[in-house]
């Protein structure tokens, strides 16, 4: 079995990768964390003068792997899970490397970092997923107030 799990590094996301890691335990699986840098954040980023496209698709690269990496060894040491690290319109990109790895199952949480205005009106990266996913999803909800599980 093959997961597919997308990172936002939210806590919510990080109970969908406790959630593969569960599904994945004693079986033959394989594990996929990836994070997407949204191209609309590098665009604005350049528009606002801060530096060149290049240099800042650079530095949000090589955070997002850094991140990524710590994750992993911190909460999930001995688990052979792939990092994976793109750059696109999140919802886009998780399908899309959903059919290119071949998963089995997309993973992600319900909600993930807050404040996208444009979530309110025309839905979150979750629902966007569903709405274009030609995998199955599981979508895990957020943790219970003072637990580290998610609610099942």
């Not at 994750?71 to 886009?92: R, W």
């Not at 629902?127 to 003072?146: D, N, Q, T, Y």
């Amino acid at each position: 079995m093959r997961l597919l799990v997308g990172l936002d590094f939210s806590d919510c996301s990080r109970n969908a990768l406790r959630k593969a890691v569960d599904l994945a335990a004693g079986k033959d699986s394989e594990i996929i964390a990836v994070h997407v840098i949204d191209s609309r954040l590098a665009r604005e980023l350049v528009h606002m003068g801060l530096a060149s496209e290049r240099e800042i698709k650079k530095k949000l690269f090589l955070n997002a792997k850094v991140k990524l990496k710590d994750i992993l060894a911190e909460e999930f040491s001995g688990i052979d899970i792939k990092p994976f690290v793109c750059e696109g319109m999140p919802h886009m990109e998780i399908n899309r490397k959903a059919e290119g790895f071949n998963a089995d199952m997309i993973i992600i949480g319900s909600c993930g970092m807050a404040g996208e205005p444009e979530a309110i009106f025309f839905g979150g990266t979750a629902e966007k997923i569903l709405r274009f996913a030609s995998r199955p999803v599981l979508c895990v909800p957020p943790a219970k107030k003072g637990g580290t599980k998610p609610i099942f």
